[in-house]
DNA sequence: GGGAGACAAACGAACGTTCGTTTGTTATCA
DNA sequence: TGATAACAAACGAACGTTCGTTTGTCTCCC
């Protein structure tokens, strides 16, 4: 029974998840997998390649969300809604890429983080175009800053990851439901 | 001129702030002094000690700004307003300590991490007992979940220290007052 | 059909480096 | 003079990585 170098990237993504890059070395990785640290370098470069793949798939990931999402019929809250419902299922399928792309970027060397960094703007940038068009047809209030306001609602949905518990109370609609609920009461009520 | 204990802890908050609990080693930690990494150890046990005095530090500024906020007179929109306000001037004021606080408690040996959780669960108790007030008066909407839409207030605030930048186009309270219309909008709002 | 050669996977030991920490000594100042 | 602060050297452990070697599997040719 051999081991392929998915196996190694996708054991890595767990631990890394777990454990953070720092608190991961090549031996508990080799131990993950029944093997020697040493031996993963028959499949891999380094700790550092390791990284920056689990890391490009957490952002391919995410980009792949939102480019459905915009594609969605109807008005800028409609829109919105689906990029909401679609990082969720992101964060919620795929939650050892999530918790180290959004934990782990940071132990990247100076030019893979760079990617990060643009990757992150890219997919932040489609929620700042629906508060745009959100705000132009007076579906969201006219104070509303997308920059700011955008922020605030990443911020929400990058958390999911830390808190959130597949086994517990809240299945995946009701938290798509109450995300949906505080989000556009927050860009369009009285407040 | 000679270096006090809590010139150390202070320093180690300076850089785990910046550069995590094990990316910062102690002699790292000495040259920010002007000593060498040896020399710390007149002042200090150990590094582990100077997480854990970082992050108490951080989790008392959180507690103390709470018991003030709740202690506001006035509807609970009125405290659940203190409670952001006061979130936001720790954040702003003591960046080191709360950065290190929010990041850095998985460093944390088994003991001083739990008192760490046990620290979070009573501050989000603040917010999830404005929450409940809220409810139960009118000024929120019934379907408010007082766990799961603290989380999402929770999320918000913690994610500042991440973004904001003092020296930005958003002052202080420019900040406040769009967490304001936000997090009450989305607790109030029609949705 | 069966041995020879090629190949990838994994091992086990060792490398150089860095880490947190300890120890013993020196200098400073009350 | 005696405690305090800092130094300098060293410790053992862990780290990422490299190396030579072994093992198992597949392919090709006789």
Redesign the interface.
């Known amino acids: 029974m051999s081991h392929t170098r998915e196996d190694v990237i996708a054991a890595a993504g767990r631990m890394f998840a777990a454990k ?1 890059y ?2 991961t070395s090549m031996r508990d990785l080799g131990r993950e997998l029944g093997l020697l640290g040493s031996s993963l370098y028959s499949h891999v470069g380094g700790k550092q390649e390791l990284l920056v793949e689990v890391v490009a798939r957490g952002a391919k990931l995410f980009q792949a969300a939102a480019d459905r999402a915009l594609a969605t019929e109807g008005t800028a809250a409609d829109r919105l809604r689906a990029l909401i419902a679609g990082h969720v299922d992101v964060v919620l399928d795929h939650r050892d890429e999530v918790r180290t792309f959004l934990n782990e970027a ?2 990247l060397d100076a030019e893979a983080r760079a990617a990060v960094v643009e990757a992150r703007d890219r997919y932040e940038e489609a929620f700042r175009t629906v508060l745009r068009e959100g705000i132009e047809d007076g579906s969201f ?1 006219p ?1 509303v ?1 997308p920059v ?2 955008g ?2 609602v990443l ?2 949905l ?2 999911i990851e830390r ?1 959130y518990d597949v086994s517990g109370p ?1 299945d995946r609609s009701e ?1 798509v439901a ?14």
Request: aromatic share 10%; glycine share 22%; net charge positive.
């Open positions: 953070g720092h608190g940071r132990s209030r104070e800053d700011v306001d922020i605030f911020s929400i990058n958390a808190w809240v938290l109450r995300l949906h609920r505080f989000v556009l009461g927050g860009l369009a009520g009285g407040g």
